[in-house]
T-cell receptor
Framework: DGGITQSPKYLFRKEGQNVTLSCEQN?????MYWYRQDPGQGLRLIYY???????QKGDIAEGYSVSREKKESFPLTVTSAQKNPTAFYLC??????????????FGPGTRLTVT | KNQVEQSPQSLIILEGKNCTLQ??????????LRWYKQDTGRGPVSLTI?????NTKSNGRYTATLDADTKQSSLHITASQLSDSASYIC??????????????FGAGTRLAVHP
């Protein structure tokens, strides 16, 4: 899990409520990412940020929002507009630029259950 | 369409035996191929990264191969241990201008090592 922390590990919410997942890194990485993992499927990119105060939509951004006010932090909000929010959410970070073989380091994940 | 397919979906082997996991991809433009190990309920951890010019890379008992012509990769695990029980994810990176690598994830092979 390196220097990336995600909290909480388990999260339970009622349908219709917004919920924010925390992701913090102390690796001094510029880039941060949010992925969603569902059983039997590969990870899918929700949002990514290559620099503070800038972020881009990934493949499945609908119903999610993010902010990047600090280099170390990239919180993800799952809004009530997300039709199927129950999943395992993974945050990752990496350096950017020059060497395109740079590693993405993943956090331990947050399992969100919405009922 | 950029895709990564892994086989088998699941595998059971006895402790001490070897096994090989397969990955086929249709990703362009290809940047690099990675294998990750993911323990249940945890974030993925990198095992190897290979660029176009590399056809084999080892990390302890793990050896990855890459055939860029046929767009196939394999992960060979030697003398398996109980701690090898995990999901193994093949990830292919497509390079886009601006320094951003888009990662395309396979669904993973779930390996169970039994005593």
């Amino acid at each position: 899990d390196g220097g990336i922390t995600q909290s909480p590990k388990y999260l339970f919410r009622k349908e219709g409520q917004n919920v924010t997942l925390s992701c913090e890194q102390n690796l001094n990485h510029d880039a941060m990412y949010w992925y969603r993992q569902d059983p039997g499927q590969g990870l899918r990119l929700i949002y990514y940020s290559q620099i503070v105060n800038d972020f881009q939509k990934g493949d499945i951004a609908e119903g999610y929002s993010v902010s990047r006010e600090k280099k170390e932090s990239f919180p993800l909000t799952v809004t009530s507009a997300q039709k199927n929010p129950t999943a395992f959410y993974l945050c990752a970070s990496s350096i950017t630029g020059g060497d395109h073989t740079y590693e993405q380091y993943f956090g331990p994940g947050t399992r969100l259950t919405v009922t | 369409k950029n895709q990564v397919e892994q086989s088998p979906q699941s595998l059971i082997i006895l402790e001490g035996k070897n096994c090989t996991l397969q990955c086929n991809y249709t990703v362009s433009p290809f940047s690099n191929l990675r294998w990750y190990k993911q323990d249940t309920g945890r974030g993925p951890v990198s095992l190897t990264i290979m660029t176009f010019s590399e056809n084999t890379k080892s990390n302890g008992r793990y050896t990855a191969t890459l055939d860029a012509d046929t767009k196939q990769s394999s992960l060979h695990i030697t003398a398996s241990q109980l701690s090898d029980s995990a999901s193994y994810i093949c990830v292919v990176s497509a390079y886009f201008s601006g320094g951003y690598n888009k990662l395309i994830f396979g669904a993973g092979t779930r390996l169970a090592v039994h005593p």
